[in-house]
């Protein structure tokens, strides 16, 4: 059975005064039935590490560089990460995508240095609106799914997580049909992949206006196995009932 996961996604937000968020969390979820991650911005990793040493909510990264150590001013290594208390990195956001013309050799070469480094890599996937419209979702989730994941995945380090560009801030989200359909795609090539072992395996996430009021619907589609959450995330009072939601599913 692979095991829920609620990861947050905080972005460019948070102070350290933010980090009472952690503690209601916690509070809220003394003993949680799903994996529970928040991806904070770098400069809160190591306090925020310390602050939940003795709870299950584990803290991650937003993005590491591929190369181990080096001149890479302004870049994060994954062993640096690791060593101020990540246990996990977004990877391929759609985001660091067009911002910063990550292409997936590039995700995929990423995604080999955080396992390297004993990260587990967190890849996004997704589409554009005008992807979507002309009919080329799967055309392009899956071209994204082959070249951004390494041979070396498994799903003890590896979650893959599904967020179309055009449901990412803006409240829109995909319909449970399309979910399911985008989902099962790539379930069906991880295994044909993979195997059914280690494809069957990988959590598959979604992500894109992840709510407390559609968690529920959206947790109740066959493969997703938990979320991806933006800004309902930075508080705990937006992301509590959304793991609520995942644990009751």
Aim: charged residues 20%; hydrophobic residues 50%; proline residues 3%.
């Amino acid at each position: 059975m692979r095991r829920k996961l609620a990861a947050g996604n905080w972005k460019m937000n948070g102070r350290l005064a933010d980090l009472d968020q952690l503690d209601r969390i916690m509070a809220a979820c003394p003993a949680p039935a799903a994996d529970l991650l928040l991806c904070l911005p770098a400069t809160l990793i190591h306090p925020a590490a310390a602050r939940v040493a003795d709870h299950a909510l584990r803290i991650g990264a937003q993005d590491c560089h591929q190369a181990g150590a080096g001149a890479h001013t302004g870049d994060i290594a994954a062993g640096q990460l690791m060593d101020a208390g990540a246990s996990a990195v977004i990877l391929g956001h759609s985001e660091r995508r067009a911002d910063h013309q990550e292409d997936s050799a590039t995700v995929r070469a990423k995604a080999e240095a955080a396992q390297a480094a004993g990260l587990i890599g967190v890849i996004c996937l997704g589409e554009t609106l005008a992807e979507r419209d002309a009919g080329h979702t799967l055309e392009v989730i899956g071209a994204q799914l082959d070249a951004s994941v390494p041979d070396s995945a498994t799903g003890a380090v590896t979650v893959i997580a599904y967020e179309p560009v055009w449901a990412i801030g803006t409240g829109r989200i995909a319909t449970t049909e399309q979910i399911a359909e985008v989902h099962g795609f790539l379930r069906a090539r991880l295994i044909a992949r993979f195997g059914a072992a280690t494809g069957g395996a990988i959590r598959l996430l979604y992500g894109g206006s992840v709510k407390p009021d559609n968690a529920a619907q959206i947790f109740a589609v066959t493969d997703v196995d938990g979320a991806l959450v933006g800004g309902a995330s930075l508080t705990a009072d937006d992301f509590c009932p959304i793991i609520a939601a995942l644990e009751a599913s």
